[in-house]
């Protein structure tokens, strides 16, 4: 079955500065990927997605890259702030969008003023 | 607010005790999922229904657990004489038909004394 991990699995940055977290699947029939970010005592809130015929989507500070051949994509935030804060999950499903998600085990981010 | 609710949102219960949660997804969506989520871990997925159907279980959803969509809507999810094993976040998420992402509620955190 698939497997995803994600590295690091913390992260410590400077306000303004940029993340990136990364994770590689197993299954190369995994045709979604989304990334959720997950607050203390919050249930997971989906911030981007893509697909696997897109190589690249944007959404204002927050890129996400897929790259098939090696099986691995990347979240990028750019000018970070204290707000961005918080646990990302990535994710893999082979049956698209309406599939069961695989989860990495999360990355802690804080932002440090 | 229109998103996907959960009852109760903590549950402390004893051993080999019954409990049960609920779930309410946003109006309209047909697929209903359900995920646990231990501490450090990402989500796992545990089973899903489109529409009041229940598509697929996971093997992690042992015979002491149980879900329905009676009437395609809300859903429930029952565990039977719950283990301290059992103590986890549950976690409810619901999408659109064809295409549509998974957006979660907030959990219900249950602990097993």
């Known amino acids: 079955g698939e497997n995803v991990e994600q590295h690091p699995s913390t992260l410590s940055v400077q306000e303004g500065d940029s993340a990136v977290i990364k994770c590689t699947y197993s299954d190369s029939a995994s045709n979604y990927f989304p990334w959720y970010k997950q607050e203390l005592g919050k249930g997971p809130q989906l911030i981007i997605d893509i697909r696997s015929n897109v190589g690249e989507k944007k959404d204002q500070r927050i890129a996400v890259t897929l790259n098939k051949t090696a099986k691995h994509f990347s979240l990028h935030i750019t000018e970070t702030q204290p707000e961005d804060s918080a646990v990302y999950f990535c994710a893999a499903s082979y049956q698209g969008s309406q599939g069961n998600l695989i989860f990495g085990k999360g990355t802690k981010l804080s932002v440090k003023p | 607010d229109t998103g996907v609710s959960q009852d109760p949102r903590h549950k402390i219960t004893k051993r080999g005790q019954n409990v049960t949660f609920r779930c309410d997804p946003i109006s309209e969506h047909n697929r209903l999922y359900w995920y646990r989520q231990t501490l450090g871990q990402g989500p796992e997925f545990l089973t899903y229904?489109?529409?009041?159907?229940?598509?697929?279980k996971s093997r992690l959803l042992s015979d002491r657990f149980s879900a329905e969509r009676p009437k395609g809507s809300f859903s429930t999810l029952e565990i039977q004489r719950t283990e301290q094993g059992d103590s986890a976040m549950y976690l409810c998420?619901?999408?659109?038909?064809?295409?549509?992402?998974?957006?979660f509620g907030p959990g219900t955190r249950l602990t097993v004394l």
């Open positions: 229904f489109q529409n009041e159907a229940q598509l697929e």
């Open positions: 998420a619901s999408s659109f038909p064809h295409r549509g992402a998974q957006y």
